[in-house]
């Protein structure tokens, strides 16, 4: 069952009551009532910046998953679920930048690499480093981007389309397929860690060092706050010392989809923000229909919400559950995104004309939760929300 939202009883509540009490989740909402709420707009339209970030950090949120002997939060799911959904229906800009920064630090933890991990993980779970990641490019059919094997470490060559945050970030994991002397590829992922030439964003919008450019930002529909540059790779070296790891290719294919199959909380976090907004709408103008789909649809948040955190802790304890729940959690994922765009929508239709100036929250919401279908899209999600369009 959700709990009934102490500062306003018409309002959703996290889906595990107990996280209410964890210091962690206070830090972040007091941040997101106090930061990312009243900006969010605004950095939507100009960007988001480094201090935002090193602001969120203070919260504690970048270690939340993370070991306590590594100075992390060593929080249970429930936890970090509850803080993406706030800071997710709080500014969407703000956690898709945090979010990048997760799997690169679970990278890094994972490594034999324990140089490397001297260097960064400390600052990384502290978040005092901001680190983003390309990968997706690995999931198409035909690849743009490969590393190859050097001497003294790696070639990085061909386009990556998509890195966010990598003006601001201290680090990114790269990812790609690995490329044999003669240029085939071969069916191993290799993982290198970079450090991004320093960017001053009131200066340059591009940065061009030898065998690497940089930028510039993408113009966008949505999270063009996101400070995401495309980046290009001219046989750029990377020294041994910032290997994180390799895997068959398959290995990765089989992990990735196992995290991916899973419904992400920001999903719900914008669905949430858009259902408050609703019940306040509902409260203030007394209008009937705008009640009953506020509460039809807040039944339903509820009830899909429970089910997918459900499956995905069962499909967390345990990999064969995981393989075996692949569909039934795609699926999950699927309508929670149909579900996030349905709220946004519905908060358009009841707010009327001033939905669609940019100060208003509901258009930014709706762009959201439509960037959410195609963010860590794959082909199995892609057939299940398409599939859930046709009527
Ligand atoms: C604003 C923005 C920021 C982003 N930032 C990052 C980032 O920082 N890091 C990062 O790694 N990614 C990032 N992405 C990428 C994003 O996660 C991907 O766009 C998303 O996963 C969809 O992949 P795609 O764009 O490569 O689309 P597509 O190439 O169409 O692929 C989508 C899915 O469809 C499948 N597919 C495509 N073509 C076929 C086919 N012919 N047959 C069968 N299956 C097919 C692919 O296997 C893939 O799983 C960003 C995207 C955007 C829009």
């Not at 009131?202 to 529909?221: F, S």
């Amino acid at each position: 069952m959700n709990a009934p939202n102490v500062s306003n009883p018409h309002h959703v509540g996290p889906a595990d009551p107990s996280v209410s009490s964890v210091a962690e989740i206070h830090r972040v909402e007091a941040f997101v009532q106090a930061v990312l709420v009243p900006n969010a707009n605004y950095v939507d339209q100009h960007g988001i910046s480094r201090i935002q970030l090193d602001e969120l950090a203070e919260t504690g949120a970048f270690g939340l998953p993370f070991p306590a002997a590594l100075e992390g939060g060593a929080q249970r799911a429930a936890v970090a679920r509850e803080a993406t959904e706030l800071i997710a229906g709080a500014c969407a800009t703000t956690w898709f930048c945090f979010a990048q920064h997760r799997s690169p630090t679970t990278a890094l933890l994972n490594s034999t690499n324990a140089e490397l991990q001297d260097r960064w993980l400390p600052k990384m779970i502290a978040g005092e480093a901001v680190s983003g990641i390309a990968f997706a490019h690995i999931r198409r059919p035909k690849q743009a981007f490969w590393l190859q094997e050097h001497p003294d470490g790696w070639l990085l060559d061909g386009s990556l389309d998509w890195v966010t945050t990598w003006p601001l970030a201290d680090v990114v994991l790269v990812q790609g397929y690995l490329r044999d002397a003669n240029g085939v590829q071969r069916d191993e992922i290799v993982s290198v860690l970079i450090e991004p030439p320093q960017v001053n964003l009131e200066l340059q919008d591009r940065t061009e060092i030898d065998g690497l450019t940089a930028g510039p930002e993408l113009a966008l529909a949505v999270m063009g706050g996101t400070r995401t540059w495309p980046v290009r790779f001219d046989n750029y070296f990377v020294p041994a010392r910032q290997f994180v790891s390799r895997q068959p290719a398959q290995e990765w294919a089989l992990n990735n989809s196992l995290v991916a199959a899973d419904a992400n909380p920001a999903s719900f976090g914008i669905a949430r923000a858009c259902l408050d907004q609703l019940a306040d709408i509902a409260q203030s103008s007394g209008q009937s229909s705008v009640r009953e789909s506020s509460g039809a649809l807040t039944q339903e948040f509820v009830e899909l919400r429970a089910a997918a955190y459900k499956a995905a802790d069962t499909a967390a304890g345990d990999r064969e559950v995981a393989i075996a729940t692949l569909g039934q959690r795609t699926a999950l994922r699927a309508q929670a995104l149909d579900l996030a765009v349905r709220c946004s929508t519905a908060l358009i239709v009841a707010s009327g004309g001033r939905a669609m100036t940019l100060s208003n929250d509901a258009q930014r919401h709706a762009r959201e939760a439509l960037f959410l279908m195609v963010q860590g899209q794959t082909a199995e999600l892609r057939a299940a929300s398409l599939q859930g369009l046709v009527r």
